[in-house]
């Protein structure tokens, strides 16, 4: 990229997420991700460009050396922070300014810093594999939490037995961030039974939300961009997979991708042991969730029993980090607070906010079993459960490309599920590290979310025809607050 020859126009808007805006090159397979702040920030607008280049290397860093180490070499691409001409990213802010999403639009795009983070442009196949390629096709899903926690330390026994999405799914709904309930539920993506898998994968494409996405030759064309309504045409997304599939295939081109998606998966491709000398504690919680809507004899058919290297075993070892459950971790948290109080200067030795080098990993690795009342029991429980929410908040991507004749016989390139008829590749992205202060946070959500499904869930058992006007007190903290009033 040279760096005075910077033109918006080679440019264009590809996505965001909720602290980023991503635009692709039109040429190269390269992405820009440019991070972005809320419109009334205006800390943010004066934070010094060696500030933000500072967090952008936070973000490179956390990736290469705490991610990489435990999700693995191939499917982790940290990219490089790079500075920008001012000029350069505020014709690209006008630019893309009316291709973003209404509901994303309370941020503004940062082009006061002159940084931005870039990458390889990971919707497509990399470039070794990449050559002159057919159309390629990519699936974006992001899995969220796989597993049900099981902690001594939880109180709301609903969690054990109802995962954190599907309750959370009430929530979403009912303060109007999503229209239709999703029928997905991350357990049965995670279950490794390639029936459930099937299923959670058609789940995600009946309702989207921020879960799925696909694009073909880089543009999005399934998938919701708008937050609040995401009636998506299976019909249409069918048309699109037809040059995928064999013309014998035709009537069935979705179910065919939804094999290959579970092939990719289940597949261990470069079989790299990332993270297998310091796997988390296994969890022993149930293995199904009750929130799912799958049949019980299947739920209670597949025990977490993916394959060791694949990528969804990667990503829930990652989750399982956190043994403690929020409930568990929020006191810690508490204690690391009141000794940083007493002792502010430790902050900087105890890594707090980084620097995320070799030595953070060691204190996430060598953190003691049980607490034995030093600080450093609390700080690495504390920097375990943050690698776990960037692990429960990550997105998979992947790349697919029908194969030439010649490369069916390479073994490593070809998904077993359900024939041989991609080459692929998968990474993930976003692995941003979650700021220590947001522990406060979650704690707070985790209630608001339990407290919300339980009282929905009971209004409807007990009033199954109960008029649909209803409102929902939040009691937490000592104030009493109309959070709903739902019609
Ligand atoms: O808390 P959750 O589970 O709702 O996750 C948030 C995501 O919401 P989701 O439920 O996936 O729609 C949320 O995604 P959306 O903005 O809803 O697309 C963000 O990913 C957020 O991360 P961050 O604060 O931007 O670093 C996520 O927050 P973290 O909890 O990961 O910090
Ligand atoms: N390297 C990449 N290659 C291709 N597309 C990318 C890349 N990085 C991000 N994207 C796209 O841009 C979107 C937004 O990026 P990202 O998820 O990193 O944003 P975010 O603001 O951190 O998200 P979140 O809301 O989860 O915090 C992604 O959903 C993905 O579609």
């Given at each position: ?5 910077m033109d ?29 702040y ?14 933000a ?11 290469k ?16 922070a790079?500075?920008?001409?001012l ?6 802010s006008?630019?893309?300014?009316q291709?973003?999403p ?21 919707t ?14 990519c699936?974006?899903?992001k899995?969220?939490?796989?597993f ?160 060791k ?11 399982m980090?956190?043994?403690?459950d ?35 990993l060691?204190?996430?690795k ?20 943050r ?38 590749s ?16 979650q ?33 937490d ?11």
């Open positions: 990229m040279e760096l005075d020859k918006e126009n080679d440019w264009k808007y590809h996505g965001e997420g909720n602290k980023s805006l991503v635009v692709s090159h039109v040429q190269h397979s390269q992405v820009l991700r440019l991070l972005k809320p419109t009334e920030d205006a800390e943010h607008a004066h934070q010094t460009s060696e500030q280049f500072k967090h952008i290397q936070n973000i490179v860093e956390f990736s050396n705490v991610m990489k180490p435990l999700l693995g070499e191939t499917c982790v691409h940290h990219g490089e790079v500075k920008l001409p000029d350069f990213l505020r014709q690209l006008l630019k893309v300014q291709e973003r209404e509901s994303r639009c309370d941020k503004v795009m940062d082009t006061f810093s002159g940084c931005a983070l870039c990458l390889p442009n990971l497509q196949l990399s470039a070794c594999r990449l050559s002159d390629r057919g159309p390629q096709l699936i974006e899903i899995p969220k939490c796989g049900l926690p099981s902690s001594q330390l939880i109180m709301k026994e609903v969690k054990r037995r109802v995962c954190r999405f599907c309750m959370h799914q009430h929530f979403k709904i009912a303060n109007g961030k999503w229209k239709r309930m999703s029928r997905y539920c991350p357990l049965d993506l995670f279950s490794g039974n390639k029936q459930r898998m099937y299923l959670a994968i058609k789940h995600l494409l009946e309702e989207p939300q921020n879960n799925l996405k696909i694009f073909k030759n880089g543009e999005l064309i399934y998938g919701c961009e708008e937050v609040a309504s995401c009636q998506q045409d299976l019909d249409a997304l069918a048309c699109h997979l037809g040059p995928y599939f064999p013309p014998q295939d035709t009537d069935a081109p979705v179910n065919e991708l939804i094999q290959a998606i579970v092939g990719a998966l289940l597949d261990s491709p470069g079989c790299d042991h990332a993270g297998d000398h310091w796997r988390a504690p296994p969890v022993d919680g149930c293995t199904y969730c009750e929130g799912s809507p799958l049949p019980c004899e299947l739920l209670q058919n597949g025990n977490h029993s993916l394959p290297d694949c990528i969804l075993h990667k990503i829930l070892q990652a989750q980090l956190d043994n403690l929020i409930e568990g971790v929020y006191p810690l948290y508490k204690r690391v607070e009141r000794y940083l109080e007493e002792f502010p200067k430790e902050r900087g030795k105890l890594q707090i906010d980084g620097p995320y080098n070799e030595k953070f060691e204190k996430l060598n953190c003691p079993a049980e607490d034995d009342g030093s600080i450093e029991y609390p700080v690495g429980k504390v920097h375990q459960y690698v776990s929410m960037t692990a429960k908040d990550c997105s998979i991507l992947i790349a697919l490309s029908p194969c030439g004749e010649d490369e069916l016989l390479e073994p490593n390139l070809d998904l077993q599920a359900p024939k041989p008829r991609f080459t692929y998968v990474s993930i992205l976003d692995l941003d590290p979650k700021p220590y202060e947001s522990i406060s946070h704690y707070k959500l985790d209630s608001k979310i339990v407290n919300y499904y339980l009282w929905n869930t009971q209004a409807n058992q007990n009033k199954p025809h109960a008029p649909a006007t209803h409102v929902y007190l939040e009691r903290a000592q104030d009493c607050t109309l959070v709903f009033q739902a019609v």
